[in-house]
């Protein structure tokens, strides 16, 4: 594979709250030599440090710097942990229902690209279901939101969501091209929801063809919800992309 496998930690978000050292080092037994945190702005030292013993880097983190009233401070953390891009994961529904809310969200968004490219990062968005599940202009919210970004914003598809959302994630990633630099990989029942989410290649999201039509992007793996052990899922999903990937391969 032309990049290495990441998981997002909110997966093992218990045992990272019990226990940060010993969750990461599981991952890395696991055969992660990259991850994707959350929360790292509370406790940069502490993730800095727990990465570093357990041999991992993270190359993306999660934090909510668009609603943030300090997001030089998120930057600043992102440094100390070594994050090169910082990921905005989430801002509700009720904000993606008309295009004054989107430009607005997309102006703050170009804002803090630029602000983060100050400290040598790279800044983005991560999205779910609502951002496919409305049309602005004929086009899904998400798409709209992207032509108004500067050309430097990154994109992080979770294409679980997506699906979830009534888009063909495939065509959806195909649309969005180079700016995808980073997808949400997860598999489950598309009917079922979150509470029924399965390790890579049991479920019913098409992953294979969402794979090929991102070759270059970075596949980070991740459970919202699973009823079992969440090591053993991210294992499985992990032994699956390893065989199956065959699109970052090429």
């Known amino acids: 594979m032309t990049k290495p496998l990441s998981v997002q930690l909110y997966s093992v978000r218990d045992a990272v709250a019990a226990d940060l050292p010993g969750a990461v080092a599981r991952l890395a037994e696991i055969g992660f030599t990259t991850v994707e945190p959350y929360g790292f702005a509370e406790r940069p030292d502490e993730f800095a440090s727990a990465l570093s013993a357990a041999g991992l880097t993270a190359p993306s983190g999660h934090a909510p710097a ?29 904000r993606w229902q008309t295009a004054a809310q989107i430009d607005e969200t997309a102006a703050r968004v170009n804002e803090l690209t630029a602000q983060a490219a100050g400290y040598g990062l790279a800044f983005g968005y991560h999205n779910h279901n609502w951002e496919l599940e ?6 899904t ?7 108004k970004l500067d050309p430097a914003v990154v994109l992080e598809v979770d294409t679980y969501w997506a699906t979830l959302g009534g888009a063909d994630a495939a065509a959806l990633l195909g649309r969005l091209g180079d700016r995808v630099k980073l997808i949400h990989v997860k598999d489950g029942s598309i009917a079922g929801g979150k509470e029924d989410q399965r390790p890579a290649g049991q479920g019913e999201i098409p992953i294979p063809a969402i794979l090929a039509a991102a070759p270059s992007a970075r596949r980070v793996i991740e459970f919202d919800q699973y009823s079992g052990d969440l090591f053993e899922a991210l294992a499985a ?14």
């Open 134 to 139: 409305t049309s602005i202009d004929g086009a």
């Open 237 to 250: 999903s992990f032994a699956w992309l390893t065989e199956n990937d065959t699109a970052a391969a090429e």
């Open 66 to 94: 668009i609603d943030s009233a300090d997001a030089a401070q998120i930057f600043e953390a992102a440094k100390t942990v070594g994050i090169e891009t910082v990921i905005d994961p989430f801002i509700p529904g009720d």
């Open 141 to 147: 919210a998400l798409e709209y939101f992207a032509s």
